[in-house]
């Protein structure tokens, strides 16, 4: 089994990221806070005053939008492009988290995770005193969106398979699975890069959008080449950023999921479509908790483990 633990955390200490938003061109910071006991991820809009009641879970059932991103709301405030940011927490293994930002979407940074994963180790990691509950697929859920589809099957451990079909032969057809668990999502996920093509991202900067983008923080995919002058980080990068994204998307089931996600043509608006169905079948899931020894003292003032939806420029499905 992969990546199982039996107690809730949070962070030991606050930790800052600033960067570019990729769709706004603002600039943009996020504070990470430590957070009680069955918290959850919460974001605080700073610059917004008249927020709805000053939180927005990042919560499936807050979602507002997954055309470019993932973006969650509440009325009166939302936070876009949290994929990244989500996908380190969840695989790092944060539970409760309030992220402060004053701006509307997470900054982008290199495209990747890094600079999140940077963020908590930074932070640290704090057990606290209370049990972590799991969701437990227990039985098949499958939808199929055009030529997309997805399906979420019970795993002992969390699992993501995802196989992309590009025509562009410059990134075809490609596959990449893993148990997801801090360790691997350090050696072979965080780092992919988002990615688009040119074409798209001029088509979207005519219309004020994607007013960020860069060859600093996207993949950029022109006629005959990849436009970036390091080339790729991996010869899959691409297949390694759309599990990124997944696991960021599928954190907003509220807890860590036990079964394995596969997914083909996939991306943020059929990784949340794909939680709707599994939610909505009570009988495919149950929430569990994982034995823990009880001869381990916690701490959560003293103790600590030391040790982020693609931005598309183009349409979500691949």
């Not at 799991?134 to 997805?150: M, N």
């Not at 969390?158 to 148990?179: H, M, S, T, Y």
């Not at 899931?285 to 598309?312: F, K, N, S, Y």
Request: net charge negative; hydrophobic share 45%; glycine share 10%.
């Amino acid at each position: 089994m992969t990546g199982r633990r039996g107690r809730q955390s949070t962070l030991r200490r606050r930790a800052t990221v600033s960067g570019i938003g990729v769709h706004s061109g603002r600039e943009v910071s996020i504070t990470l806070h430590p957070a009680d006991v069955d918290s959850g991820v919460n974001f605080v809009r700073t610059d917004v005053a008249d927020s709805h009641d000053g939180e927005i879970p990042a919560r499936f059932s807050h979602v507002n939008a997954t055309e470019l991103c993932t973006s969650v709301g509440v009325r009166g405030a939302a936070v876009a492009t949290i994929e990244h940011l989500m996908a380190a927490l969840s695989a790092l293994g944060v539970d409760n988290v309030t992220v402060e930002i004053d701006g509307p979407e997470v900054p982008v940074m290199d495209g990747s995770a890094g600079a999140f994963i940077a963020a908590i180790d930074r932070a640290g990691i704090a057990r606290l005193d209370a049990p972590l509950r799991y969701l437990k697929v227990l039985k098949p859920v499958r939808i199929a969106i055009g030529q997309s589809v997805a399906e979420f099957t019970p795993y002992n451990g969390r699992r993501i398979e995802v196989e992309i079909d590009f025509k562009n032969p410059l990134i075809g057809r490609q596959q990449f699975a893993a148990n997801i668990d801090s360790e691997s999502f350090r050696r072979d996920i965080a780092r992919a890069r988002t990615f688009g093509f040119l074409a798209d991202v001029e088509q979207m900067w005519a219309k004020g959008l994607a007013r960020g983008a860069s060859l600093e923080n996207a993949v950029v995919i022109g006629d005959d080449r990849v436009i970036n002058p390091e080339g790729l980080r991996f010869a899959d990068e691409f297949a390694r950023h759309k599990v990124l994204d997944a696991i960021g998307d599928l954190s907003l089931a509220g807890a860590p999921i036990l079964g394995c996600y596969r997914s083909y043509r996939g991306g943020h608006h059929l990784n949340f479509k794909a939680l709707e169905a599994l939610f909505a079948d009570t009988d495919a899931w149950t929430m569990t908790e994982v034995p823990v020894r009880r001869d381990v003292r916690v701490d959560a003032a003293a103790g600590a483990v030391p040790a982020l939806g693609a931005i598309a420029y183009g349409p979500d499905a691949s």
